[in-house]
């Protein structure tokens, strides 16, 4: 049994064997074909089924990687897919170990050719899908208030708590407090790197009033304040260029 936790998206493709991973108290069978995906800081718990099991992953982060990812409202595991292409797989080797920012974005291209080459197993009309699809606009939209929280978007669509929960544990595999919680952080890197708003305004964009908040959750899921979080990342990229 293994257990970490990473700062990216990891995509874990299944080769051979039969495994189990577990996300939030929930098991996943992993068959070959199969593509599980891992979301930024949350636990990864796997352990093989057969006498060997094997994966490939593929990694990739950025202030929108998640959102990336979640936009294209796979479920958590899905399954059949055909597996990761042998040639793609092998390119994104070769292009890994390159840092040049040209090389980095020729890599994402590659990345979003293979989520695109992907499917999704439920229908994008299905009802559910619809209703999950809907609560991630509009909490995209209401992203600056800061009694934005299950409740109040069980009280906006009409539909239990219970039943909400499930839906987006279903679709993208995590609680809609978590999925709010993962869109404010999302923005508030976007406005620390691409912007030079003042803090308390970023702060109030994510939907926090009290700004020694917004500090205390860039510090817990960034590692650093604010300010220095924006002076890091833009050294980073004058480095680069």
């Known amino acids: 049994m293994g257990s970490l936790k990473n700062s990216f998206c990891e995509l874990v493709f299944g080769i051979s064997g039969v495994g189990e991973l577990t996300l939030y108290d929930k098991n996943y069978l992993c068959n070959p074909g199969d593509v599980f995906y891992y979301l930024p800081g949350e636990e990864h718990r796997h352990h093989a089924l057969s006498a060997e099991w094997t994966t490939r992953w593929v990694c990739f982060d950025g202030p929108l990687a998640a959102a990336t990812l979640l936009a294209y409202q796979y479920p958590r595991l899905q399954r059949g897919t055909g597996g990761l292409p042998e040639e793609l797989y092998r390119t994104l080797k070769r292009a890994v170990s390159d840092s040049d920012y040209q090389q980095?974005?020729?890599t994402s291209?590659?990345?979003g050719t293979l989520?695109?080459?992907?499917y999704p197993e439920n229908p994008a009309g299905e009802q559910s899908s619809l209703l999950v699809k809907q609560c991630m606009e509009w909490i995209q939209s209401h992203l600056t208030d800061p009694a934005l929280d299950l409740t109040l978007l069980c009280d906006t669509f009409g539909v239990g708590k219970r039943t909400l929960t499930r839906l987006f544990h279903e679709k993208i595999g995590m609680p809609p407090g978590q999925y709010i919680r993962s869109r404010r952080l999302t923005e508030a890197q976007i406005l620390l790197m691409?912007?030079?708003?003042?803090?308390?305004?970023?702060?109030?964009?994510?939907?926090f009033s009290c700004l020694s908040s917004?500090?205390?959750f860039i510090r817990n899921d960034l590692g650093?304040?604010?300010?220095?979080?924006?002076?890091?990342?833009?050294?980073?990229?004058?480095?680069?260029?």
């Open 104 to 106: 980095v974005r020729r």
């Open 109 to 111: 291209r590659l990345v």
């Open 115 to 118: 989520l695109a080459g992907l």
């Open 194 to 207: 691409g912007t030079d708003l003042p803090v308390r305004e970023i702060a109030r964009k994510c939907g």
């Open 214 to 216: 917004f500090i205390r």
């Open 224 to 241: 650093s304040s604010p300010l220095a979080y924006r002076r890091r990342n833009r050294r980073a990229s004058e480095e680069a260029e």
